[in-house]
Nanobody, 119 residues
Framework: QVQLEESGGGLVQPGGSLRLSCAASGSIFSISTMGWYRQAPGKERELVARISSSGTTNYADVVKGRFTISRDDAKNTVYLQMNSLKPEDTAVYYC?????????????WGQGTQVTVSS
């Protein structure tokens, strides 16, 4: 079984930066796709960024150029560097691990970390 623990959230002023971390237990991290999602009050959860096991990344258009996702397989950790933060980035940010092995789907979520962008 996999457990994901997010950290690094907090209160930051517009234009500021935060770095989120997600540490994973288990042995399948290095072969998994890792993602960051977020959910704001009254809105559906949305994809922020993903990084594959080979290092391929993709981003939501609204964060492209401001956020960077990266992974450290030696530490079983995925990061989200968030720069030039805007109030509309305020949300609970969730870490996700996805791995498909034939018919077996591994899909795990962390508990989330709050990011608040406000002056």
């Amino acid at each position: 079984q996999v457990q994901l623990e997010e950290s690094g959230g907090g209160l930051v002023q517009p234009g500021g930066s935060l770095r989120l971390s997600c540490a994973a237990s288990g042995s399948i991290f290095s072969i998994s796709t890792m993602g960051w999602y977020r959910q704001a009050p009254g809105k559906e959860r949305e994809l922020v960024a993903r990084i594959s096991s080979s290092g391929t990344t993709n981003y939501a258009d609204v964060v492209k150029g401001r956020f960077t996702i990266s992974r450290d397989d030696a530490k079983n950790t995925v990061y989200l560097q968030m720069n030039s933060l805007k109030p509309e980035d305020t949300a609970v940010y969730y870490c996700n691990l996805l791995h498909v092995r034939f018919t077996v789907v591994y899909d795990y979520w962390g508990q989330g970390t709050q990011v608040t962008v406000s002056s």
